[in-house]
């Protein structure tokens, strides 16, 4: 039901933006890893990356105890991980995209080359939020001027 429901609101998303009605949208993940409940301030890390042989984009988010631990409880670190299976790549210019429907596509963002390998690069008018609610981490892209 509630693949459904996110479904239909992305769906909604993209015929008010083919149609011209909006100048926004939210490609939302469809996974909702629990995490830990503690902390507020606890977020480490993210990094958004593209795995060549699922052919997706993934999120991860990693979070520590740093401050919870003691001289018997050490750190403790954990990575979560969600996807975007919406976002495709166009292997010829090396954008990363999503496609609205009626031949309209909306690039997202692209991939280069870093030091420490490849490297997603969001687009200005695109913005990532992967917040926790109640031990539940949910991540989206939002793009805005679409």
């Known amino acids: 039901m509630k693949a459904f429901v996110i479904g239909a609101a992305l769906l909604m998303a993209v015929q008010a933006v083919v149609l ?8 939302v993940s469809p996974d909702r890893p629990r995490t830990w409940l503690v902390g507020g301030n606890d977020k480490l890390d993210q990094r958004l990356r593209w795995s060549d042989q699922k052919n997706a984009l993934f999120l ?34 090396r954008t990363l995209f999503f496609d609205a429907g009626h031949g309209h596509r909306v690039v997202l963002g692209y991939l280069r080359c870093g030091m420490f390998g490849q490297e997603v690069v969001l687009s200005r008018n695109v913005t990532l939020s992967a917040k926790r609610a109640a031990g539940v981490l949910g991540a989206s892209l939002m793009v805005s001027g679409a």
């Open 20 to 27: 011209g009605e909006t100048t926004s949208l939210s490609i």
């Open 60 to 93: 991860d988010v990693t979070y520590g105890l740093l401050f919870y631990t003691d001289g018997l409880h050490p750190t403790q670190y954990q990575t979560y991980t969600v996807r975007f299976p919406e976002v495709r790549l166009n292997p010829a210019d």
